[in-house]
């Protein structure tokens, strides 16, 4: 069968997924062969040697002339980095999402030439192959990627991994990534692992490219309220908001509860006036009662937003609290703003 599927050649296929281990070169090869047409590549099984996607068994280049989405997974992890070998050659030239699931399969920049007019939306890991790759290469230079929409990163360190020597790096790369879109067009950026205050908060409040943000999704990594403060106001065009929430007592400037309420009121409204959703990750390390105070709190000084989530397990003790927080000080005087967040699911 394998041998079967290499031998059709270009038969214009324009959408293909492959989601068996594509180790067999076969379904590699049909890829290539319709490198013309096709316009959606999907691969779950990233093959060991990445290079059989890019030339034939003669050494000729496949351009992907047509190729708008590229997604490539690994399950098992990438072994080793594969050998493009094949010079300055643009294989994807009309590429506009470029989603990489798993560390970067080769050992240079050959998924990123000659696509920087078109890509909207860049999903990469950072493994630390890959950020030194780019950096050599100058892959994310100022405004290179115009259109870019979209951002995801990946971070596949734990949080027992992620030394000083990462943490910078990791750093470095991130404001370099954001700062190669431009501040009219990116809109959009995805968190997913471990993080730290110094990555993503460092290039929220110092990367001038980020400050038209309208979603920001952080997965896997827990912030403090005092944390969120900084996010909200660094990005006032943010509508969504996602993340996990630290156990520890809400507090900013020194101030918690009862008084951070008046706080925030006389000091930090509006807060954010664009913000219209949170969503609570089911990471949160709070317990269902402490998220609703923080939604809360949220709430009374961001005038728009309607729409909070949490877990399902937490839904009926979020309500409860909220329900709580309202007939309670120094809460209950905004009750009317507040009664909004227990029909928001």
Known sequence: MPGE???????GLTHLTIRCKASKTSFIGLARSC????????IHEFPKDGSALLRDDDGLPAVYSRLEKLYIAQTMGIQGLSLS?????SHFPALCSLDIRCKYP???????????DSLEHIGVPLDMNFMTMSVEKDVFQPTKFKKLHSIDLLNYYGAQEMTPYHIDTIKNFVFKLARAGTSENLQIVRWSGPSD???????????????????????KS???????????????LLKRLWFSLDKKVPMLDGVRMPKLLTHLLTNYYPLSRSLYSVTFDQGSK???????????????????????QVDTEMKADFVSGIKAAMATRPFHKHAERIKPLTKSF
């Open 35 to 42: 490198a013309p047409t096709l316009r959606e590549l999907i």
């Open 5 to 11: 599927i290499a031998a059709f050649g270009n038969i």
């Open 222 to 236: 827990v912030f403090q309220f005092s944390d969120v403060a900084v996010i909200l106001k660094a990005l006032p």
């Open 106 to 116: 080769f050992d240079d920049d050959v998924l990123f030439r000659g696509n920087h």
């Open 85 to 89: 070998q094949t010079g300055g050659i």
């Open 286 to 308: 709070a317990s269902a009662k402490q998220i609703a105070v923080v939604a809360v709190l949220l709430a009374v000084v961001s005038p728009n937003l309607a729409l909070t």
């Open 197 to 219: 205050e110094r990555i993503l908060l460092y290039g929220i409040e110092h990367n001038k490219t980020l400050s038209n943000l309208r979603v920001l999704e952080i997965s």
